[in-house]
């Protein structure tokens, strides 16, 4: 039912459309049932002892009038059919809108265990069923089913008791049509499924292509996407074996109509209690009648498939949007100040294994503050609660003493500029990509930023400048470069807040030196919170944040923790043994024994 209520809710928006379509069906039908009377006619006139002028010029008529039905049949069947087309690709276009507007409010939490390939089967696939079902199967349905009441008003003027027969055979195919919904519409939902998951193996194989080249896992992946395509054609043949089974028991027990009317139509004719022209017409119409029942069982076959697409719909729509945005929050008037408090903040991906717990902590505004510590204690899991990509499953997060769940949004995220620790970069320009930060910044001020990132020396040193196509998620660019233009971003935007998740992480020494100068220009006059990848870049900050186990451990500046001679000693020297090491000097560390402070 909600599939179906999902359907209803998105045509509402194309009643006149429809209007105009329903109208062009019931005079088809109209045109439709004039047909075999004009031949009844013809017949009863060439049904007397002799033929008169008359009957001759009545014949001209006739032809005529069949003439205009059939042209009046072929405008009737442009406007059905363009206009519940219109109707179709409109809500397939506003559902596909709908669903990716609701994706975008979801919360980083619900794609942690979702596969793009499915969400886009979302998208495409399943909404494509629409089209189908609106334009095909409805209109086809609606006017069978005024085609049945027509013809059978027909059938029972001609000759009621051979109206009765002749439907005989009509309870036998309303059963067959309601066992074949309770099993082929599971059959195209399962589908369906398999269907994304191909699109989620393939999107992940074609994102993965270097790596599948470099590890020449070609053949293993050749296995995998085979596997899944055959997995696809079998429960295809599955959907369409009982499709396939259906229809000629539909044809079998239509045909069987036919049967009764020619037994006892003839039995009647012979007694002269029925009119050959009524006879022939009766056959005539009777072929209107199981025409529109086999009509009938194709487009069930639509509407099934396009339910059980709507119901993977509904499905994704019923997910609440996570973070929820309260009524009448609270706008931020131009730029804020910038203090960030975290009091009894615990979180937990999933309900009983806590990622966070008990954080307490205070960033004044305009201060420097570091996070380090070992790998999986929480350092990004807890930036990711000030700009709201979670919340904490207890306690507070406050901007400028104002609990961010009160605040509007799309305005908090404003005050905002974040450095991901994973650099995604769109399909597009350098600078698109760079404005991305802010799309009505200047030329001057896109280049300033390119500058502070130390991007620009490399971008003007590329044969279409700013202009230069980078290829999906940059596949163009180093890692170094990635993260300059990710940086370049984040500078462009200028917001109060700057959250830097290993900004430099990805670029080799010496330019890791030149982004730390610029980043020391940019920090200026900003609340920062820094994750760092080595230690030594945070030695001048306000503030270290030392998390272990769940929890803050230690707080301090650089030489404050130092002295303690605990876990951020321990690490610090760690790193230090490390850059003195003549196997790594000057290279990245290994991720294993690099202290775990990403």
């Given at each position: 039912?909600?599939?179906?209520?999902?359907?209803?809710?998105?045509?509402?928006?194309?009643?006149?459309?429809?209007?105009?379509?329903?109208?062009?069906?019931?005079?088809?039908?109209?045109?439709?049932?004039?047909?075999?009377?004009?031949?009844?006619?013809?017949?009863?006139?060439?049904?007397?002892?002799?033929?008169?002028?008359?009957?001759?010029?009545?014949?001209?008529?006739?032809?005529?009038?069949?003439?205009?039905?059939?042209?009046?049949?072929?405008?009737?069947?442009?406007?059905?059919?363009?206009?519940?087309?219109?109707?179709?690709?409109?809500?397939?276009?506003?559902?596909?809108?709908?669903?990716?507007?609701?994706?975008?409010?979801?919360?980083?939490?619900?794609?942690?265990?979702?596969?793009?390939?499915?969400?886009?089967?979302h998208v495409v696939n399943d909404t494509d069923q629409f089209e189908d079902l609106i334009a095909h199967a409805i209109p086809d349905i609606f006017v069978s089913f005024v085609t049945l009441v027509g013809v059978c008003a027909v059938l029972a003027y001609i000759n009621w008791?051979?109206?009765?027969?002749?439907?005989?055979?009509?309870?036998?195919?309303?059963?067959?049509?309601?066992?074949?919904?309770?099993?082929?519409?599971?059959?195209?939902?399962?589908?369906?499924?398999?269907?994304?998951?191909?699109?989620?193996?393939?999107?992940?194989?074609?994102?993965?292509?270097?790596?599948?080249?470099?590890?020449?896992?070609?053949?293993?992946?050749?296995?995998?996407?085979?596997?899944?395509?055959?997995?696809?054609?079998?429960?295809?043949?599955?959907?369409?074996?009982?499709?396939?089974?259906?229809?000629?028991?539909?044809?079998?027990?239509?045909?069987?109509?036919?049967?009764?009317?020619?037994?006892?139509?003839?039995?009647?004719?012979?007694?002269?209690?029925?009119?050959?022209?009524?006879?022939?017409?009766?056959?005539?119409?009777?072929?209107?009648?199981?025409?529109?029942?086999?009509?009938?069982?194709?487009?069930?076959?639509?509407?099934?498939?396009?339910?059980?697409?709507?119901?993977?719909?509904?499905?994704?729509?019923?997910?609440?949007?996570?973070?929820?945005?309260?009524?009448?929050?609270?706008?931020?008037?131009?730029?804020?100040?910038?203090?960030?408090?975290?009091?009894?903040?615990?979180?937990?991906?999933?309900?009983?294994?806590?990622?966070?717990?008990?954080?307490?902590?205070?960033?004044?505004?305009?201060?420097?503050?570091?996070?380090?510590?070992?790998?999986?204690?929480?350092?990004?899991?807890?930036?990711?609660?000030?700009?709201?990509?979670?919340?904490?499953?207890?306690?507070?997060?406050?901007?400028?003493?104002?609990?961010?769940?009160?605040?509007?949004?799309?305005?908090?995220?404003?005050?905002?500029?974040?450095?991901?620790?994973?650099?995604?970069?769109?399909?597009?320009?350098?600078?698109?990509?760079?404005?991305?930060?802010?799309?009505?910044?200047?030329?001057?001020?896109?280049?300033?930023?390119?500058?502070?990132?130390?991007?620009?020396?490399?971008?003007?040193?590329?044969?279409?400048?700013?202009?230069?196509?980078?290829?999906?998620?940059?596949?163009?660019?180093?890692?170094?470069?990635?993260?300059?233009?990710?940086?370049?971003?984040?500078?462009?935007?200028?917001?109060?807040?700057?959250?830097?998740?290993?900004?430099?992480?990805?670029?080799?020494?010496?330019?890791?030196?030149?982004?730390?100068?610029?980043?020391?220009?940019?920090?200026?006059?900003?609340?920062?919170?820094?994750?760092?990848?080595?230690?030594?870049?945070?030695?001048?900050?306000?503030?270290?944040?030392?998390?272990?186990?769940?929890?803050?451990?230690?707080?301090?500046?650089?030489?404050?923790?130092?002295?303690?001679?605990?876990?951020?000693?321990?690490?610090?020297?760690?790193?230090?043994?490390?850059?003195?090491?003549?196997?790594?000097?000057?290279?990245?560390?290994?991720?294993?024994?690099?202290?775990?402070?990403?």
């Open positions: 039912m909600k599939a179906l209520n999902l359907v209803l809710t998105y045509t509402r928006k194309y009643r006149l459309v429809l209007s105009v379509t329903i109208i062009a069906m019931l005079l088809l039908v109209a045109v439709q049932l004039a047909i075999p009377w004009a031949i009844k006619s013809l017949l009863a006139l060439f049904s007397g002892s002799e033929i008169t002028a008359d009957a001759l010029s009545t014949v001209g008529r006739i032809a005529l009038l069949v003439l205009a039905i059939y042209l009046a049949r072929a405008g009737l069947e442009f406007l059905r059919s363009y206009y519940a087309h219109v109707a179709g690709w409109g809500v397939v276009a506003d559902l596909r809108k709908h669903i990716y507007e609701r994706m975008q409010r979801f919360s980083l939490r619900f794609y942690q265990d979702k596969q793009t390939g499915q969400l886009m089967s008791q051979l109206a009765l027969l002749a439907l005989i055979p009509i309870p036998f195919i309303v059963i067959l049509m309601r066992l074949y919904a309770r099993y082929v519409r599971p059959a195209f939902r399962e589908r369906q499924k398999e269907l994304g998951n191909l699109n989620a193996v393939l999107a992940d194989n074609l994102s993965g292509i270097r790596e599948i080249k470099a590890f020449t896992r070609e053949d293993e992946e050749n296995e995998k996407v085979g596997h899944q395509v055959e997995k696809y054609r079998q429960l295809s043949l599955r959907a369409i074996g009982l499709m396939s089974a259906f229809q000629p028991v539909i044809a079998f027990f239509s045909s069987l109509g036919l049967v009764i009317v020619i037994y006892f139509g003839g039995h009647l004719a012979f007694r002269q209690t029925l009119s050959l022209p009524d006879l022939v017409a009766f056959v005539l119409y009777l072929d209107l009648l199981y025409q529109p029942v086999k009509t009938l069982s194709g487009s069930w076959e639509q509407i099934q498939r396009a339910l059980a697409g709507a119901d993977r719909v509904a499905d994704l729509l019923e997910e609440t949007p996570e973070p929820q945005q309260k009524q009448g929050s609270f706008l931020i008037a131009g730029r804020a100040p910038g203090a960030i408090r975290l009091k009894g903040v615990c979180f937990e991906y999933k309900q009983g294994q806590p990622v966070l717990e008990d954080i307490d902590l205070e960033i004044p505004a305009r201060k420097v503050i570091a996070l380090v510590g070992p790998s999986g204690v929480g350092k990004s899991t807890l930036v990711s609660l000030i700009p709201r990509f979670y919340d904490p499953t207890q306690g507070t997060v406050s901007l400028d003493g104002r609990d961010v769940r009160e605040i509007d949004l799309q305005g908090l995220r404003q005050q905002i500029s974040i450095v991901l620790q994973d650099v995604f970069l769109f399909y597009g320009s350098i600078r698109e990509n760079i404005l991305f930060g802010r799309p009505n910044a200047t030329e001057a001020e896109l280049i300033t930023a390119a500058k502070v990132a130390n991007a620009h020396d490399f971008i003007t040193s590329m044969p279409d400048g700013y202009q230069t196509l980078i290829g999906e998620r940059g596949l163009k660019l180093s890692g170094g470069q990635k993260q300059r233009i990710s940086i370049a971003r984040a500078v462009l935007r200028d917001a109060p807040v700057l959250i830097l998740d290993e900004a430099t992480s990805a670029v080799d020494t010496e330019t890791e030196l030149l982004i730390q100068q610029a980043l020391e220009r940019l920090i200026a006059g900003r609340t920062t919170i820094i994750i760092a990848h080595r230690l030594s870049t945070i030695r001048n900050a306000d503030k270290i944040v030392v998390l272990d186990g769940r929890r803050i451990a230690e707080t301090g500046n650089h030489d404050e923790l130092i002295k303690k001679k605990g876990l951020y000693h321990k690490l610090y020297s760690i790193q230090n043994k490390l850059s003195e090491s003549p196997l790594l000097y000057n290279n990245e560390p290994e991720d294993h024994i690099s202290a775990s402070v990403i």
